[in-house]
Nanobody, 126 residues
Framework: QVLVVESGGGLVQAGDSLRLSCAASGGTFSRFGMGWFRQAPGKEREFVAA????????YYADSVKGRFTISRDNAKNTMYLQMNSLKPEDTAVYSCAARVGDPWTDWAASYEYDWWGQGTQVTVSS
């Protein structure tokens, strides 16, 4: 069973930066496609960013492009999300997700991922 655990959330002010981490265990991390999703109160879960097994392919939602950077360290079995220029509308629970290999159709589709973390809260005050 693959276990994914997020960390690094917190309360920050608008314009600040934050780095989230996602550690995976129980599988071969270097084979996993990984993604970040977020869910704000009263809203549906939405795609944030994704990265392929090697890190050579990265994908972003338009709302975070240019501000967020996804990366991974396969030697540490860990994926990261560097979030800069945070806005109040970035406030949400951020969850990481994993799957073996690339998705069949769409990196942004939550159904493509098999394992999910519990999430970490990010709150951006104005």
């Amino acid at each position: 069973q693959v276990l994914v655990v997020e960390s690094g959330g917190g309360l920050v002010q608008a314009g600040d930066s934050l780095r989230l981490s996602c550690a995976a265990s129980g599988g071969t991390f270097s084979r996993f496609g990984m993604g970040w999703f977020r869910q704000a109160p009263g809203k549906e879960r939405e795609f944030v960013a994704a990265i392929n097994w090697s890190g050579s392919g990265t994908y972003y939602a338009d709302s975070v492009k240019g501000r967020f950077t996804i990366s991974r360290d396969n030697a540490k079995n860990t994926m990261y999300l560097q979030m800069n220029s945070l806005k109040p509308e970035d406030t949400a629970v951020y969850s990481c997700a994993a799957r073996v290999g690339d998705p069949w159709t769409d990196w942004a589709a939550s159904y493509e991922y098999d394992w999910w973390g519990q999430g970490t809260q990010v709150t951006v005050s104005s």
